[in-house]
């Protein structure tokens, strides 16, 4: 009888985790040339997250909440992509594509120096 117990209360909480496993997954590209971008800042707002794109431009949230997410997505001489309204729905993977592109203007270019330590060029 002991034993019969532990099996149900082991298969509730199995369930009861299983149904609080939704994902959040993506790849995230260059949008003109569909290239896969790797080490892009991923932000789960929602929940406060961050991760890094892998080599493939694929990244993971491996729990999200059920309902509407936001998402930031930052990454150097690309423009800050802001998804306000990803919905998840429960016990189903979301699955995103997200195409980034090129920041214009100052955002993207500059005037960098590099100068040896005690060699700094502005005195």
Known sequence: MKSLFSIF???????????????????????????????????????????????DGNFTFSSANPGINRIAVQFVSYQEVLLNRVQVLEEQQTEL????????????????????????PRS
Do not use: C
Not at 34 to 42: D, S
Not at 107 to 115: I, P, R
């Open 9 to 55: 209360l082991f298969l509730a909480l199995s369930n009861s985790l299983h149904a609080q496993q939704e994902k959040i997954t993506g790849t995230v590209v260059d949008h003109q040339t569909g290239e896969p971008l790797a080490g892009v800042t991923v932000k789960h707002i929602s929940s406060g997250l961050e991760v890094l794109t892998d080599f």
């Open 97 to 120: 594509t997200i195409k980034m592109r090129k920041a214009v203007g100052k955002a993207a270019s500059g005037n960098y120096m590099a100068a040896r330590p005690g060699n700094d």
